[in-house]
């Protein structure tokens, strides 16, 4: 079991940034890909983005491309989403989850790849 704890959310203006950050426990965090979603009300949970076991690939939806950095720590078994430039759209429930390691980078983007979530953080910009 992994447990994961998200943390870094908070009431922010539009065009302002928010570091999110996702604790790890249990199993070996190094093992693992990370990957976040969000969730706005009424509306599916949906990717964000995702970086590999090693740090080595990183992926990211279009809707962030540019304006979001995922990065990990695995001595500190904890993984980070900087987002900058923050939108009104980007209001949503935060979640960390993680993958095992050998999914294919082209799958991460899928919830159905993730064995563990953390509970999310509420991220609200304001306009």
Known sequence: ????????GGLVQAGGSLRLSCAASGRTFSRYDMGWFRQAPE???EFVSA??????????????????????DNAKSTGY??????????????????APGYTAGTS??????????GQGTQVTVSS
Do not use: H
Not at 1 to 8: K, Y
Not at 52 to 71: E, L, Q
Not at 108 to 117: G, H, K, Q, R, V
């Open 81 to 98: 989403l900087q987002m900058n430039s923050l939108k009104p759209e980007d209001t949503a429930v935060y979640y960390c989850a993680v």
């Open 108 to 117: 991460l983007s899928n919830t159905l790849s993730y064995d563990y979530w």
């Open 43 to 45: 509306k599916e949970r």
């Open 1 to 8: 079991q992994v447990q994961l704890e998200e943390s870094g």
């Open 51 to 72: 970086i590999k076991w090693s740090g080595g690939g990183t992926y990211y939806a279009d809707s962030v491309k540019g304006r979001f950095t995922i990065s990990r």
